[in-house]
Every structure is written in structure tokens, then in C-alpha cells.
């Protein structure tokens, strides 16, 4: 084998990728340790400005928006609790596409429409119709509604079927 006394395109190659994955490994391993820092800090911004709830005093981050399915399978024939700030927002979601909502503690509901639309949820009650995507979160059985009605998206759980006995209220409003 022929040597040469300066280095061939094939050695340069080589010699530049391993150098290149050597660089690359440090400032890896440099912002690893940094970001390490940063988050027992508590100062890892992309972490803060990421959408979350709060649920029983702790935060937990939206991870994923549902698709129209998963929509449609969380919510017909179940209720939606919306946890605003004044209370709980009680919402049973028929299979026929009929709503009864109310607050925790009231006597009579308002009844709606709700409907899937590509990827959002859309209710319909005598003031208007809104739609609004619906997220995953950290916590199971916890999720958000963006935008909420505040300054931040709205958790919520659910639970199956009428568990709030919305049927059994007087209805006050009728979107029909």
C-alpha cells in the first residue's frame, strides 16, 4: 500500500467526521449538563411556556390535541366536568348530539347540540356556538380545553354516562 505525506480526501473525510461526532458529543454532553442546571433551577423556559392545567394544586402539561375520534369516544354518552374558578361546570354530552349543562349546585340546566367538527368539539346553547380543541395531559383521566374561557386552557375530567343527573334537572334554556 502507497502512503502519502499529506492526507488523502478519503483520510480527510474520516479525520473531519470523527472530529465533527467528538465536537458534536462535547457541546452535547455541555448543554446537557447546562440544561441539567437550568431545570433544577427551575429555569427551563420551554418547559414554562408550554399549555398546562392546574389540577388539586399541581400543574400538568397539555402533551397531545385528540383527533375527531378520540373525541367522539370521550365524550358521547358521557359528562364533561370543567373545573372553572367560580366551580364546576357540569356538561352531559348524549349520543344523539343533545347536551345538558349546568353548574355544580343549580337546580335547572340548559340543554344544546354538540357536534364534532375535523378535530374540535362544537357546542351550540341559545348564546351562540363555540368550538374548541381538546388536549391530553400528563395526568390520566385529565385534560384541557384551549382556549379556555380565562387566561390559560380549562381542565376538565369525565366520567360515564348522566353520573351528574343533568337528565333529572329542569331545563331553563333550549338551543332548538
Known sequence: ????PF???AHAARSLGAAALVLGASLGLASLGLASLGLAAGQDE?????????YEGERYFLTRQLDGEELRDLIAGNTLIFLHPQGEEQELHR????????WKGEESANSGFWQIEEDEVCWTYPAGTHCKPLFYTERENLYGQVPGWYD?????IWEPGDSRGLMERPLRGNAI
Open 1 to 4: 500500500m502507497k502512503t502519502f
Open 7 to 9: 492526507p488523502t480526501t
Open 46 to 54: 420551554e418547559a414554562e411556556n408550554r399549555l398546562s392545567v392546574v
Open 95 to 102: 349520543e344523539n348530539g343533545g347536551t345538558i349543562n349546568g
Open 152 to 156: 390559560g386552557p380549562l381542565a376538565f
